[in-house]
């Protein structure tokens, strides 16, 4: 088993700690920077927030593998 830890990301923002990287940009420009890390936010009681994380390889700056991915459970708000 590898263990890896998620360090914690300022949100709003498109610096990220070294090893991680934005797969897929978020959609959501109205609400933030297009493209940035949004954060998780409140929006009513029992929210469930996630983080995917994805193994991937890089080449010539693109992803073109998919390695592993899992889904972390960070807390219900």
């Not at 897929?24 to 029992?46: I, M, N, R, T, V």
Request: net charge positive; charged share 20%; aromatic share 10%.
């Amino acid at each position: 088993m590898v263990e890896i830890t998620i360090p914690p990301v300022k949100g709003h923002t498109f610096n990220l700690s070294e090893s991680f990287f934005i797969v897929k940009p978020q959609q959501a420009s109205k609400w933030d920077k297009a493209g940035s890390y949004l954060p998780p936010c409140f929006g009513g009681k029992g929210n469930l927030y996630v983080v995917k994380v994805e193994a991937v390889h890089v080449s010539n700056g693109k992803v073109d593998k998919e390695i592993a991915t899992v889904e972390v459970n960070l807390k219900i708000y």
